[in-house]
């Protein structure tokens, strides 16, 4: 049932005492760095977990401008790999793993895995991006160690995708949810039903924010258990917190990193079970850890024990990032909530994007909704009474008035990598 089952049930004085050890040396690690050798260099041995809140806050911004080197701790010669963030909201950062490092991460990602219920007699296809995106060889160190058949097929290629699924009798997918969306439609194209003509038990899905209605809707296609899988490069990869077979939040692996909620105004840490920043201290990491790292991510420590016997504790589904809010005529909005929202209307296929423009100086939200042809009647009054509804259920949930419009399947944009949902199309900074 665990894969290294005395340390993920470490009674909480032990994961104390031992995170209080690693943090210390990491700390001293750190302050190789020349980034670290600044900023820390006021902070003694600390002799209490508590005296974290004290240590100044990393930020990705650091990162940028400490390049290419600044937060090295290591001599160049003992760093095996380099691995980037996607960049998603900026330049990338780089990031540097030791030999140590890999093999650190390939446990954890193994341990992730176990957690899910994937077993050495599985056959893992892994379609994330292999590359400087650590989805993909992040996960396929784990996947060997655990001991998986592995088929690194990396993204895109739907047709491919399932052949290989098909021939080989695939039973594990690490994909990303909207990724997966769009290969369900692919099978369904070319006649293939996952639930029928495939072997497939367990997805990991991760790498971007997703509503559990949408976790629910891919476990229904395919018939078979999602996982939400949570990882950024600044601390590894994927395999940072993970779901257990409950389902139920992300156990975030505690010999591996220290979890901080913190309020992202105010800054001040928040008890467990507020929702706020996920602030995360890498205390595993040789070649370049990072300390106090605010992640942006928005979500809450879940107080209570897990019933799983994981003494590890979890978080919930990541909200969203602090940045990812929009001000729609100044009434704060996530983009979750309108995911949401789309999930619960059977007729709406899912794939949808979010487009923010100012109109004579008001801001107007747009939702472009690929149109579900099986729920469809084709009748041009039942699509006018469907777009009312679904407007009306957006107004409620965000309180403003969106434009929902219906475009042909096929026609939003579609990536290989993470989904860009939203367009923001109003003048900055005016
Ligand atoms: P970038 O920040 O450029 O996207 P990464 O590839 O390192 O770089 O992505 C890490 C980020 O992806 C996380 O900080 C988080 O915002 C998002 N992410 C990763 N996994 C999940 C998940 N399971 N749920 C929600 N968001 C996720
Ligand atoms: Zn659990």
Same mark, same amino acid.
């Given at each position: 049932m665990f894969w290294q089952q005395e340390i993920e049930t470490m009674q909480r004085n032990d994961i104390d005492k031992m995170q209080l050890r690693m943090l210390n040396d990491t700390i001293t690690r750190a302050k190789k760095s020349e980034f670290y050798s600044k900023k820390l260099s006021n902070i003694k041995p600390l002799t209490d977990l508590g005296q974290l809140k004290d240590i100044p806050f990393t930020v990705k911004d650091d990162l940028r401008k400490a390049f290419p080197y600044g937060f090295l701790c290591v001599p160049i010669d003992e760093v095996v790999r380099l691995h980037s963030s996607s960049g998603t909201t900026g330049n990338p950062t780089v990031i540097y793993h030791t030999? *140590?490092?890999?093999?650190?991460?390939?446990?954890?990602?193994?341990?992730?895995?176990? +957690?899910?219920?994937?077993?050495?007699?599985?056959?893992?296809?892994?379609?994330?991006?292999?590359?400087?995106? +650590?989805?993909?060889?992040?996960?396929?160190?784990?996947? *060997?160690?655990?001991?998986?058949?592995? &088929?690194?097929?990396?993204?895109?290629?739907?047709?491919?995708?399932?052949?290989?699924?098909?021939?080989?009798?695939?039973? %594990? %997918?690490?994909?990303?949810?909207?990724?997966?969306?769009?290969?369900?439609?692919?099978?369904?194209?070319?006649?293939?039903?996952p639930k029928k003509d495939l072997k497939l038990k367990i997805f990991f899905i991760g790498a971007e924010q997703h509503t559990e209605e949408l976790r629910r809707e891919i476990q229904d296609l395919y018939g078979l258990k999602a996982f939400n899988s949570y990882g950024l490069s600044e601390i590894s990869g994927p395999g940072v917190a993970f779901e257990c077979e409950k389902q139920h939040?992300?156990?975030?692996?505690?010999?591996? %990193?220290?979890?901080?909620?913190?309020?992202?105004?105010?800054? *001040? %840490?928040?008890?467990?079970?507020?929702?706020?920043?996920?602030?995360?201290?890498?205390?595993?990491?040789?070649?370049?850890?990072?300390?106090?790292?605010?992640?942006?991510?928005?979500?809450?420590?879940?107080?209570?024990?897990?019933?799983?016997?994981? +003494?590890?504790?979890?978080?919930?589904?990541?909200?969203?990032?602090?940045?990812?809010?929009?001000?729609?005529?100044?009434?704060?909005?996530?983009?979750?909530?309108?995911?949401?929202?789309?999930?619960? &209307?059977?007729?709406?296929?899912?794939?949808?994007?979010?487009?923010?423009?100012?109109?004579?100086?008001?801001?107007?939200?747009?939702?472009?909704?690929?149109?579900?042809?099986?729920?469809?009647?084709?009748?041009?009054?039942?699509?006018?009474?469907?777009?009312?509804? &679904?407007e009306a259920d957006l107004k409620a949930e965000t309180g403003v008035s969106p434009d929902v419009s219906f475009v042909d399947r096929g026609t939003l944009p579609a990536g290989e990598g993470k989904a860009k949902r939203v367009y923001d199309l109003r003048k900055k900074g005016d």
């Open positions: 030999a *140590e490092d890999i093999n650190n991460w390939a446990n954890i990602s193994a341990r992730s895995m176990f +957690t899910a219920g994937a077993r050495k007699s599985d056959v893992f296809q892994n379609t994330m991006g292999y590359g400087l995106f +650590t989805g993909g060889l992040g996960f396929h160190y784990g996947a *060997e160690k655990l001991g998986m058949m592995t &088929i690194p097929i990396g993204p895109g290629n739907s047709k491919r995708q399932a052949w290989f699924m098909k021939n080989f009798g695939t039973t %594990v %997918v690490h994909i990303i949810p909207s990724y997966a969306l769009r290969l369900y439609y692919s099978m369904k194209e070319d006649g293939i039903d939040g992300m156990h975030i692996w505690e010999d591996f %990193v220290i979890p901080e909620i913190i309020d992202p105004e105010t800054l *001040e %840490v928040l008890p467990d079970g507020q929702e706020g920043e996920l602030v995360l201290t890498a205390i595993n990491r040789i070649a370049m850890p990072v300390i106090r790292y605010r992640t942006r991510d928005l979500t809450a420590i879940i107080p209570e024990p897990c019933s799983c016997g994981r +003494t590890h504790r979890r978080i919930a589904r990541i909200k969203g990032r602090s940045d990812d809010m929009m001000i729609i005529n100044g009434v704060n909005i996530f983009p979750e909530q309108i995911e949401r929202t789309i999930m619960n &209307i059977p007729e709406a296929s899912k794939n949808y994007i979010i487009e923010i423009a100012e109109r004579n100086y008001m801001d107007k939200l747009s939702i472009k909704i690929e149109i579900n042809d099986d729920a469809f009647s084709g009748k041009l009054e039942d699509l006018e009474k469907l777009k009312c509804r &679904i």
